[in-house]
T-cell receptor, first 114, second 111 residues
Framework: GDSVTQMEGPVTLSEEAFLTINCTYT??????LFWYVQYPGEGLQLLLK???ADDKGSNKGFEATYRKETTSFHLEKGSVQVSDSAVYFC?????????????WGLGTSLAVNP | EPEVTQTPSHQVTQMGQEVILRCVPI?????FYWYRQILGQKVEFLVS????????KSEIFDDQFSVERPDGSNFTLKIRSTKLEDSAMYFC?????????FGQGTRLTVV
């Protein structure tokens, strides 16, 4: 079945460092890909998404490009801030049919130190 | 901005008791989901609901679980005869065509 694998955390960075969180997927069809973020004590928020190959999702300085050839959707940010400390989840959703259930990676905890 | 709301935010229950987790989806959405996240583990799909019936359920979603949309606005998850391993965060989501919107979650603790 479909699955998502993302790099294990925790990741600890200093403010203004470059961030990469790796995410790869396996899917039988052509899924949409998502990054969700969970700030401490809060729910799951969509950070960015891409619905087809070569699409780049971006939001709040974060970017991820849908790479079909490497089945990857790595999350990047050029300069992280303390406020980016959170857990980041990579997820996919098959585009077939009406069911848009999400299949999730394990989550990567990011701590940014001032 | 419309949002998905879940109640309660935290529920503690004794093993063997029944709990009902409540969700109010975004009003014009048609697809609803429950997910759970056991502490330190990945988020897992439980069930999807469309047009007043279950459209898909995972193997986790056995006879212990049920969902309802009793009044056209609330969307509930009932867990009968709770077990210690049901302790988790439970998230409700409702979908527009392209995006899922999540509630803040209910932390269920079974003691």
């Amino acid at each position: 079945g479909d699955s998502v694998t993302q790099m294990e955390g925790p990741v600890t960075l200093s403010e203004e460092a470059f961030l990469t969180i790796n995410c790869t997927y396996t899917a039988t069809g052509y899924p949409s890909l998502f990054w969700y973020v969970q700030y401490p004590g809060e729910g799951l928020q969509l950070l960015l998404k891409a619905t087809k190959a070569d699409d780049k999702g971006s939001n709040k300085g974060f970017e991820a490009t849908y790479r079909k050839e490497t089945t990857s959707f790595h999350l990047e940010k050029g300069s992280v801030q303390v406020s980016d400390s959170a857990v980041y989840f990579c997820a996919l959703s098959e585009n077939a049919g009406n069911n848009r259930k999400l299949i999730w990676g394990l989550g990567t905890s990011l701590a940014v130190n001032p | 901005e419309p949002e998905v709301t879940q109640t309660p935010s935290h529920q503690v229950t004794q093993m063997g008791q029944e709990v009902i987790l409540r969700c109010v989806p975004i009003s014009n959405h048609l697809y609803f989901y429950w997910y759970r996240q056991i502490l330190g583990q990945k988020v897992e799909f439980l069930v999807s609901f469309y047009n007043n019936e279950i459209s898909e359920k995972s193997e986790i979603f056995d006879d212990q679980f049920s969902v309802e949309r009793p009044d056209g606005s609330n969307f509930t998850l009932k867990i009968r005869s709770t077990k210690l391993e049901d302790s988790a965060m439970y998230f409700c989501a409702s979908n527009s065509y392209t995006e899922a919107f999540f509630g803040q979650g209910t932390r269920l603790t079974v003691v």
